[in-house]
T-cell receptor
Framework: AQSVTQLDSQVPVFEEAPVELRCNYS??????LFWYVQYPNQGLQFLLK??????LVKSINGFEAEFNKSQTSFHLRKPSVHISDTAEYFC?????????FGQGTELSVKP | GAGVSQSPSNKVTEKGKDVELRCDPI?????LYWYRQRLGQGLEFLIY??????PDKSGLPSDRFSAERTGESVSTLTIQRTQQEDSAVYLC????WGLGGPNEKLFFGSGTQLSVL
């Protein structure tokens, strides 16, 4: 069975600082990987995904993630965060028609 | 509809009672998923419906949990003889054809907060 591990449960950063939210997956076969975001008191929203092709994928709000097969990682990054990026971020892997989610990383952006 | 709709948004029940949670997926979406999110934890897969295929029930935690789906529309998640450990947010999601395609993704509802006293 495939799984993902989010290495940090909480990541506090200051506004305009860069951030990296780490995600590692366990699979020896082709993987589809996703990131979802859950803003306070809101439902989960799709952020970005990797299926194949370019290993660097980008979202519309400045986040990007890089698929690294040798390190089995799919870390999420943003060069400069805003207060509004405060949310919980979930990494997920596709398995048998469904998504298996990690435990989540709470990003807290402070002024 | 415009998005995935879940009802009720909040449900408080007594231990031992049965509860039914409802999900209306986005119109035309053939795949429907139920997840559970306990406080401070990640999403736990429960069950997945894809068209007319047999559902994937591999995530249901016990035989007290069951779910049905009417065609490619409404789904109901039923929890019998509720226990305090069932307290969680129950999330429903849908996708057009499933997640294997390049443009596919899950659209989530706002969830049902279940509290078992």
């Amino acid at each position: 069975a495939q799984s993902v591990t989010q290495l940090d449960s909480q990541v506090p950063v200051f506004e305009e600082a860069p951030v990296e939210l780490r995600c590692n997956y366990s699979s020896s076969v082709s993987v589809y990987l996703f990131w979802y975001v859950q803003y306070p008191n809101q439902g989960l929203q799709f952020l970005l995904k990797y299926l194949s092709g370019s290993t660097l994928v980008k979202s519309i709000n400045g986040f990007e993630a890089e698929f690294n097969k040798s390190q089995t990682s799919f870390h999420l990054r943003k060069p400069s965060v805003h207060i509004s990026d405060t949310a919980e971020y979930f990494c997920a892997v596709y398995q048998g028609g469904k998504l298996i989610f990690g435990q989540g990383t709470e990003l807290s952006v402070k002024p | 509809g415009a998005g995935v709709s879940q009802s009720p948004s909040n449900k408080v029940t007594e231990k031992g009672k049965d509860v039914e949670l409802r999900c209306d997926p986005i119109s035309g979406h053939t795949a429907l998923y139920w997840y559970r999110q306990r406080l401070g934890q990640g999403l736990e897969f429960l069950i997945y419906f894809q068209g007319n295929s047999a559902p994937d029930k591999s995530g249901l935690p016990s035989d007290r949990f069951s779910a049905e789906r009417t065609g490619e529309s409404v789904s109901t998640l039923t929890i019998q003889r509720t226990q305090q450990e069932d307290s969680a947010v129950y999330l429903c999601a849908s996708s057009l054809w499933g997640l294997g395609g390049p443009n596919e993704k899950l659209f989530f509802g706002s969830g049902t907060q279940l509290s078992v006293l």
